[in-house]
Every structure is written in C-alpha cells, then in structure tokens.
C-alpha cells in the first residue's frame, strides 16, 4: 500500500541531531572569543550601572555585541528611549549584508518564512562566520536545525557569561574589560581578510583601518560611517578599472 509519508522529510530525531551539532560548533575560536567579548561587555555594563537582568535582557534581546555597547553608550549620555532605539537600530545596519549573504543558504525547499525571518535574530558577526565555513556540508533540509543549534547555543552561553561575570567578577579593571571586548572585532578582520576572494575586498578593508583614525580626528561623529562610504567606494572603483584594464 502506498504511504502517505514523505520520506525525504526530515525526522524530529534527525532534526535534534543536527541541532546539537549546531550546539557543538560553538566549542571553538570564534565562540571563546566571543565569550571573552562578553566578560569585557559584563565589565562596561556594571560600569554604567546596568543591573545583571538588564545585562542579560540585551544579550538575549539585541544579541549582536555592538548594539549592546551602543545601548549602554546611550544610556550614559542620558539619551531618550526614542534616540537609544535609533542608535541600536543603525549599528545594526551592518548585519544586513551578512543576513543576505547567510540565508539563500539556510533556505531549503519546504523552510518558511517565519522560520527564516526568526534564524536572522541569531545572525550576528561570529554565528555567521562559523555557519558560513561549515553550512554548505549539511543537508539543505536541516540547515536551519543546524543553525538554530549554532545560534541559541550562542546566545544562552554568553548570557551565561554576562551573569556570572556579574556574580564572580566584579572587579575587572576598565582596561582589561575594553581589551576582551576588542577580540570580537579582531577575530572578525582577520577572518574576513583571510576568507576574501578577491583582492578588492584587501583594498576595502586597508582604506577602511587607515581612514577610520583620520576621520574619527575630522569628523568624529561620522567616522565609522565615513570610513566605509569612502573606502568602499574607492575599493570599488578599484575593481571597476581593474575589469576595464584586464
């Protein structure tokens, strides 16, 4: 008798499998790193004044580390809760290139969109370096188990993190706090430049660290910013004549 099971449809065992192989890719570089990034962001937020369900309230909420600092930097200079919004929102900005890049990967041929749009929450510098490296060997089917597993594992491990840094270790000098937080950033650059495929993105990120010291002297509000607009813009003309020349 024919049965109406699909069985190219993956199983809830299948599915667990490849969660906690997600969950297990978080033993890593990348995922220590990011740990540390977390003690240093711990530091700054106990600093400020944060209390520790706060702390952890943005390490499940806002997740990305950048926007973390952004709203604690708001909350400093004594920011309204519509301008600490637009500043959180804007530093995120910068993920949308790596939420484009990520799920046509993620995506298989019965994945829904709340499933997609759900994963993004997870998408951040590290998640998205480690699942770009390691996606494309897991079956289309089960790539969003997989980094559900990656992702989650991310974000409960380093509120972990910020709540037992606010437990046990509460007298972290500043400069040590801002020395962990600087990994993430670093193990970021060096990723980026050793996974490149073309010499334009070289170009890119070599304006962008000369400009961004030069810029924060000339126009501090908008370095960041600038740096990007100007050495994205001068690498990319880069490669339009080096196209016209070959």
């Known amino acids: 008798m024919p049965s109406h099971a699909d069985p190219a449809i993956p199983g809830f065992a299948e599915r667990r499998r490849w969660y906690f ?14 740990c540390t990034a977390h003690i240093g962001f711990a530091g700054l937020a106990q600093e400020a004044g944060i209390t520790m369900a706060q ?38 900005v910068r993920l949308t290139p790596m939420v484009v890049a990520l799920v046509p990967e993620l995506r298989g041929p019965r994945t829904r969109r709340i499933t997609l749009y759900l994963l993004a929450h997870f998408i951040a510098v590290t998640s998205w370096v480690i699942a770009l490296e390691t996606v494309r060997s897991v079956p289309r089917d089960l790539r969003t188990s997989y980094y559900f ?26 400069v040590v706090n801002a020395g962990l937080f600087l990994l993430t950033p670093m193990y970021f650059l060096t990723s980026l430049w050793g996974s490149a495929r073309e010499r334009t993105a070289h170009v890119a990120m070599v ?9 924060h002297l000339l126009a501090p509000a908008f370095d960041l910013v600038g740096a990007g607009l100007i050495g994205g813009g001068l690498a990319y003309a880069v490669h339009l004549f080096g196209r016209r020349s070959a």
């Open 21 to 34: 192989r997600g969950a297990a890719k978080v033993v890593s570089v990348p995922g220590l790193i990011l």
């Open 55 to 92: 702390a952890v309230f943005m390490a499940l909420f806002i997740w990305a580390l950048p926007g973390m600092v952004v709203l604690v930097g708001a909350v400093l200079s004594g920011a309204g809760l519509l301008a600490a919004a637009f500043a959180v929102a804007l530093s995120s």
């Open 149 to 174: 597993g990656l992702g989650s594992t991310l974000v409960w491990v380093n509120m972990i993190v910020v709540a037992v840094v606010y437990l046990v270790a509460q007298g972290l000098p500043p």
């Open 207 to 215: 304006l962008g660290l000369g400009l961004g010291p030069l810029l």
